[in-house]
C-alpha cells in the first residue's frame, strides 16, 4: 500500500515533478515524429502521384490508405504478434502512429483534393507551359495547407500516441497512466485517492 502511494503521488507531481515532465516530452516527442511521417510520406506520395503522375506512387499511397483504416489497436495488435515487438524496437511505434486511428487516410485526402485542385490553378498550367518548375510555384499553397491541416489532427495523433504507449509499453503519459492510475486502482480498488 505504502508503494502505491508513492506511485502516486509521484504521478501527481509530489515529490517529482521532472519525472512528470519526462513523460509528457516523449509522448510529444512520438506524436510529433508520427504527424511528421504521416504529413511527409503523404505529401511525397500525393504529389509525385498528381503532379508527375506516378502510377507506383499512386498504389502505394492505396495500400496505406488501406492500412491507415485500421483501428490503432489493432493495428499495435498486429505488430506485436507479426513482428515480435520488444521494448526498445521504436520505428513500428512511429508508424503505429503514423498510419493508425485513420490519420495517414485523413492527411492523403485533404492533400489530394487540395493538390487536384492546385494542378488545375491558372498559375500553375502557366508554370508548366513556361516550362518553369511547379514545385516553386505550389510550395505556398501545399505548405498552408499543410498547416492548417495539422492543428485538426494534432488530437487523434496524441490520442493514439497515448494508446500506442499503453500497448508497448513505452514510457510516456500512456504508460504512466496504466502504472500510476490503472495498475493502482485494480491491485487496490477500495483505497480512496
Known amino acids: 500500500v505504502h508503494a502505491t502511494n508513492q506511485q502516486l503521488v509521484f504521478f501527481q507531481g509530489g515529490n517529482n515533478t521532472l519525472g ?22 503523404s505529401t511525397l506520395l500525393t504529389y509525385y502521384s498528381i503532379f508527375k503522375r506516378s502510377v507506383s506512387a499512386r498504389r502505394l499511397s ?3 490508405n488501406l492500412l491507415s483504416g485500421i483501428h490503432i489497436i489493432l493495428f499495435c495488435f498486429i505488430i506485436k504478434i507479426v513482428f515480435a515487438h520488444q521494448e526498445g524496437f521504436h520505428v513500428f511505434i512511429l508508424l503505429s502512429i503514423a ?3 485513420y490519420t495517414y487516410a485523413d492527411i492523403h485526402q485533404y492533400q489530394s483534393e487540395q493538390f487536384s485542385r492546385l494542378f488545375q490553378a491558372d498559375f500553375i498550367t502557366a508554370a508548366r507551359s513556361w516550362g518553369d518548375s511547379i514545385l516553386k510555384h505550389a510550395r505556398r499553397s501545399i505548405t498552408i495547407g499543410l498547416l492548417s491541416q495539422m492543428n485538426s489532427l494534432l488530437g487523434i495523433v496524441f490520442a493514439s500516441t497515448i494508446i500506442v504507449e499503453y500497448f508497448f509499453k513505452v514510457r510516456g ?10 495498475s493502482p486502482n485494480l491491485l487496490y480498488p477500495s483505497q480512496q485517492v
Open 20 to 41: 512528470v515532465f519526462q513523460f509528457l516530452a516523449k509522448t510529444f516527442f512520438y506524436g510529433i515524429s508520427g504527424l511528421f511521417l504521416a504529413f511527409t510520406v
Open 62 to 64: 492505396s495500400v496505406l
Open 99 to 101: 498510419i493508425g486511428s
Open 173 to 182: 503519459i500512456g504508460f504512466a497512466l496504466e502504472r500510476y492510475l490503472i
